[in-house]
């Protein structure tokens, strides 16, 4: 589970400018107008994570797997009796396989959090796991998480004034190797 500060931390930084396009169940054909969107983004320093062989020192030989959160699929609608906005997204990954990996699955940690527009305050936040499935002798492969829907409750034109970030679950070492590492 990710602790306070790293989360303040990974809240604090600036998030990648990746947008969501968003539609929902609003056309001209029902007559109800389509759905804002509040901005949806990667977290820059979290879209990396990679995991060493517990009690290794990090190296390229005790690597077990080497992800990154590449994009992801967002569409917002309005939620049932006025209750704010719905947003459904699924994490898109690239993932490779390190020598010192044990099987062909891995599992990798990620948050979504939605904050005030600014970004400097959690409203609230939740984890969901990608499990990630290498097949036979496969070392690289990119899978989209299944889909995930958000609620901002409140009047949608302020609910779409939030933001949705987005980033892996890392450990203190982990922000801080991808912090010296830099964004890839």
């Not at 077990?64 to 459904?88: K, S």
């Not at 396989?97 to 970004?119: C, D, F, N, S």
């Not at 002798?137 to 829907?149: F, H, I, L, P």
Request: net charge positive; glycine share 10%; aromatic share 4%.
């Amino acid at each position: 589970m990710i602790r306070p500060p790293v989360l303040a931390a990974l809240l604090a930084l600036s998030a990648l400018p990746v947008l969501a396009g968003c539609g929902g169940r609003g056309s001209a054909l029902s007559g109800r107008p389509q759905a804002p969107c509040p901005r949806v983004a990667l977290l820059a320093e979290a879209v990396d994570l990679t995991r060493y062989r517990p009690g290794a020192a990090p190296d390229v030989g005790t690597m077990e797997v080497d992800a990154r959160l590449t994009g992801f699929q967002a569409r917002c609608d309005y939620a049932p009796r006025d209750a704010g906005l719905d947003v459904t997204l699924a994490v898109e990954v690239a993932a490779e396989r390190g020598p010192a990996a044990t099987g062909r699955v891995v599992e990798l940690p990620y948050l979504i959090a939605v904050t005030e527009g600014g970004e400097d305050r959690v409203l609230n936040r939740g984890t969901d796991t990608l499990r990630v499935t290498f097949a036979g002798n496969e070392r690289r492969t990119a899978v989209q998480g299944e889909e995930m829907m958000v609620r901002i409750p409140g009047d949608p034109r302020r609910a779409a004034e939030k933001a949705v970030l987005i980033g892996f679950q890392l450990t203190p070492e982990q922000l801080a190797q991808n912090r010296r590492r830099g964004v890839r």
